[in-house]
DNA sequence: CTTATATGTTACTAATATAGTAGCATTTGT
DNA sequence: ACAAATGCTACTATATTAGTAACATATAAG
């Protein structure tokens, strides 16, 4: 069971790193030199990212990667939907019998009090408070 | 992305039934025709149960299954663990260049501190409790 | 003692989600 | 013109989850 996946992961390190590059440009091959990731992920996760509008890129020789919005404005609540989709633990495995009425059924109830929490958390934590904690 | 699947879920329906019935047994045919879940599946997850002393089980005509111990000490974490392992949340993918020190990764942090909320709400909740909530 | 009906046990298949790769198109600075 | 970057998309591989099948064993009842 992992919250977070590989792609997420991937792209919270990479954001990380091109936020702590100001306006610079960063490509994926500093990535890869960077981290231990190979460039065909790499690329794959930032190309999503762009089309997300989270990156903006520059393509062509000395092209690459910036940050589209503040780092104080991209939070680990977005980077999970766009890779991992609506965060939604309480998927209910037998509605017709046994879970007629969401509302009466106890473990619904309790999956979503923990579900609450989890994306409130999510939401709460930026790139930039990522990055002083360093 | 699931905090709890089908066997884990399947499992609670049953016990919360059992739990139910005081110290009657309870057949898989009976927990069949009284929930959507297949004769199999209710099988395997059941036989589960059975091996690790969740559940105890009596062979032949009018056998079936009973709480092996009371319903106040069967919280959702066993369940849970039982099906999908120990949670953990916080597999990280990048343990080499990346994360050398854990301590000072600003994610794991976070999903470390996600991870022991839902641990803790996953302890705290008893077969009990939620068929009191019922 | 035979039979019907339970669970014990294990092996297998199918479906889905996640991870990883490959290749060609397009852009751009030199 | 060329080298080096991203745009884009299709594909394969692996792991997890879900679902099925078949035979063995036990037991209550007629």
Redesign the pocket.
Not at 5 to 8: C, F, G, L, Q, S
Not at 25 to 29: K, P
Not at 57 to 65: H, P
């Given at each position: 069971?992992?919250l977070i996946?590989?792609?997420?992961d991937c792209a919270v390190r990479a954001i990380l790193y091109i936020a702590g590059n100001e306006n610079n440009?960063?490509?994926?091959?500093v990535l890869n030199s960077e981290f231990n990731i190979?460039r065909?992920?790499l690329?794959?996760t930032?190309?999503v990212l762009?089309?997300k509008k989270i990156l903006k890129?520059?393509?062509?020789?000395?092209?690459?990667?910036r940050l589209a919005r503040p780092a104080g404005k991209i939070s680990l609540i977005d980077l999970v939907r766009i890779?991992?989709?609506e965060v939604n633990l309480n998927k209910c495995?037998f509605k017709k019998k046994i879970c007629v009425n969401v509302k009466t059924c106890p473990l619904r109830r309790e999956v979503e009090n923990i579900e609450r929490y989890v994306v409130s958390r999510l939401k709460a934590v930026t790139i930039e408070q990522l990055a002083k904690k360093h």
């Open positions: 069971m992992k996946n590989k792609d997420t440009l960063v490509s994926t091959a190979s065909q992920f690329r794959k930032l190309h762009q089309t890129s520059v393509k062509g020789i000395n092209g690459g990667f890779f991992q989709g495995f």
